[in-house]
């Protein structure tokens, strides 16, 4: 892909994400889009026993959340949760996206998503914080420190993290620090990476919207085709312990 045209499409994304309601709370949802039930006795700030349905929860922004879809529950976690429900793996999704997040957002918001249950725990957050022109030193402590608190409430879980891009008009330097940020953090925490979240969907006119930026319906199944290919194998690895593999 041209990378003017890649910096000219970080613009418009910019200027949407500002004016589209950004960092605004949304509750999480099920597979159907239905919202979550609060744990009832989460008051106390003791997580509830980690027994219980197999879920792999999606931390993320606009992109995670849908944003511009008839329906949210046609993004791309949904259309994962086929996947896995197709190829005999039982469970459950939980879409924690919000659309205008930062990893700053997504840190503020897992502990209450750490009060409930999960058995992997997918990031995709440092796309606004790129647009944004944030610092990079700190996607790094938010993005690590999400990780540790996730091992701490729930050291069982796995942890899959979605790189994402900056904008290229903020210069090499910054653009090769932001990318690094990814690969060095799942290389040192030992997590499974996506490599480029966005990757075969970025600047693809068919496979986005009319602001040519957040995914359309065939740009999500890119999507979930993309992460299907890092994540099949997280849950197949792990689906004996969750009780999550289809006995037939």
Partial sequence: MDIRRFGLLWLVLAMTACGSGAGEAEPATTGSGQPMEADAGSDSGTPPDPTGSARVVFLGTSLTAGYGLDEPSDAYPAVLEELWREGGLEYDLVNAGVSGDTSAGGLARLGSILREPLAVLF?????????????????????????????????????????????????????????????????????????????????????????????????????????????????????MVDGACDAA
């Fill in 123 to 239: 990031v995709e957050l440092g796309a606004n914080d790129g647009l944004r022109g944030q610092s990079v030193d700190a996607l790094r402590q938010n993005l690590e420190a999400i990780v540790t608190q996730t091992l701490e409430a729930r050291p069982e879980a796995a942890i899959v993290l979605a790189g994402m891009e900056a904008p290229p008009n903020l210069g090499p330097e910054y653009t090769a620090d932001f990318r690094a940020v990814y690969t060095d953090l799942a290389g040192e925490r030992d997590l499974a990476l996506v490599p480029f979240l966005l990757d075969g969907v970025a600047g693809e006119r068919s496979m986005n919207q009319s602001d040519g930026i957040h995914p359309n319906l065939e740009g999500h199944r890119k999507l979930a085709d993309t992460v299907w290919e890092v994540l099949e194998g997280v849950l197949r690895d792990r689906c």
